[in-house]
C-alpha cells in the first residue's frame, strides 16, 4: 500500500529529468578545451584594446555590423536545426533527421558565403591583418573561428549519412550528439565573436 | 510542421526566438554611434552580458547540458561566469 501511494505521489509530481551525458567525455574534453583556448583569445584582444581603446574604436566604426547579425541569425538557426535533427533522430525519423542536417549545412555555406563578401569588402576598402592590431585581431579571430565552421561542416554531413542507419549503437549515439554539440560549440563562439568585434564600442 | 513540434520540446522553440531577439536587441545598442563616455560603456558591458546570456542558453538547451551530469553542467555555468566577468572587466580596464 506504501509503494502504490509513493508511486502514485512521484507521478504526479513532477517527473524527474535523467541526467545524461551528451556525446562521450573525450568530444567534452576537446570542447571544453577549445572554449578555453577561444577564452583566452577573447582576453587577449581585450587587453591590447584596452591599451589603445581610440584605434580599436575607430577601426570598430569600419565594421559594416549586417554581416554579423546576418551571420548570428544563420548559425542560431542551424543550430536549432540540429537540435531537431538529433530528435528526429532518436524518434527513428530518419529521413526529417537528415534534411534537417543538410539543412544545419546549408546554413553553414551560407555563413561562409557572407565572410567571404565581408572579407572582400574589408581587403577592397584597404583593411589587411598587417593595417593595425584591431584587423589583425579580427581576421585571427574570424578566421579561426571560420576553420570550426568549415570542420563542423564536415561533420554535419557526416551526421546526415548516420542519420539514415536504421539502428545506431551506443558509440554512433555519442558520435552523433557530440558532433551535434560541437556545431553549438561553433555557434556559441560567434555569439561572444559577434559581440566583441561588431557592437563593443 | 506539426511533426516537429510533436518532436521538440516547444521550450526550445522559445529559447530560439529569445537567442534570435537578443541578438536584434543587442545589434541596437551597438550601434548607437551617438553614446559617449559612460554611456557608451553602460552600452558595451549589456552588449557583453547578453552575449553569455545567449551562450548559455545555447549550452544549457541546445547541447542538452541541462540535463548533463552535474559537474559538467557547473563546469560550464562556471566558463559563463568567469569569462563574462574577466571580458567585462578587461573591457573597463580594471
Known amino acids: 500500500m506504501g509503494t502504490t501511494t509513493a508511486q502514485a505521489e ?33 582576453g587577449v584582444f581585450l587587453y591590447y584594446r584596452g591599451q589603445d581603446p581610440e584605434l580599436f574604436r575607430s577601426s570598430q566604426e569600419q565594421m559594416r555590423q549586417g554581416f554579423g547579425v546576418v551571420n548570428t541569425l544563420l548559425l542560431l538557426t542551424s543550430s536549432l536545426f540540429v537540435v531537431v535533427g ?33 572579407y572582400t569588402d574589408k581587403l577592397d576598402h584597404g583593411f589587411k591583418p598587417a593595417t593595425n592590431d584591431f584587423w589583425m585581431y579580427y581576421f585571427t579571430l574570424t578566421g579561426v ?9 564536415g561533420m554535419l554531413g557526416f551526421l546526415s549519412v548516420l542519420a539514415r542507419r536504421e539502428e545506431l549503437n551506443d558509440r554512433m549515439t555519442a558520435l552523433l550528439e557530440g558532433g551535434a554539440c560541437f556545431w553549438h560549440m561553433v555557434d556559441l563562439l560567434w555569439i561572444v565573436l559577434f ?3 561588431y557592437l563593443a564600442r | 510542421m506539426t511533426a516537429v513540434r510533436a518532436l521538440v520540446p516547444v521550450r526550445v522553440g522559445v529559447v530560439w526566438l529569445a537567442l534570435i531577439l537578443a541578438t536584434l536587441g543587442s545589434w541596437q545598442l551597438g550601434t548607437d554611434h551617438a553614446l559617449t563616455g559612460t554611456d557608451r560603456e ?47 572587466g578587461l573591457y573597463l580596464g580594471a
Open chain 1, 145 to 153: 573561428h571560420l576553420f570550426h565552421v568549415v570542420v563542423g561542416m
Open chain 1, 10 to 42: 512521484a507521478s504526479v509530481a513532477r517527473p524527474r529529468r535523467e541526467r545524461r551525458l551528451p556525446g562521450e567525455e573525450g568530444t567534452w574534453v576537446f570542447i571544453l578545451g577549445d572554449l578555453t583556448v577561444f577564452a583566452v583569445m577573447f
Open chain 1, 195 to 197: 559581440a566583441l568585434l
Open chain 1, 86 to 118: 538529433v530528435h528526429a533522430v532518436r524518434a527513428q525519423r530518419h529521413v526529417l533527421a537528415q534534411r534537417m542536417f543538410l539543412l544545419a549545412l546549408g546554413c553553414g555555406l551560407a555563413f561562409a558565403g557572407v565572410k567571404y563578401f565581408e
Open chain 2, 42 to 88: 553602460v552600452a558595451t558591458v549589456a552588449v557583453l552580458v547578453v552575449a553569455f546570456v545567449k551562450v548559455r542558453l545555447v549550452g544549457l538547451h541546445f547541447m542538452e547540458l541541462r540535463d548533463a551530469p552535474v559537474p559538467l553542467r557547473l563546469v560550464f555555468e562556471g566558463y559563463v561566469a568567469v569569462v563574462c566577468l574577466t571580458l567585462v
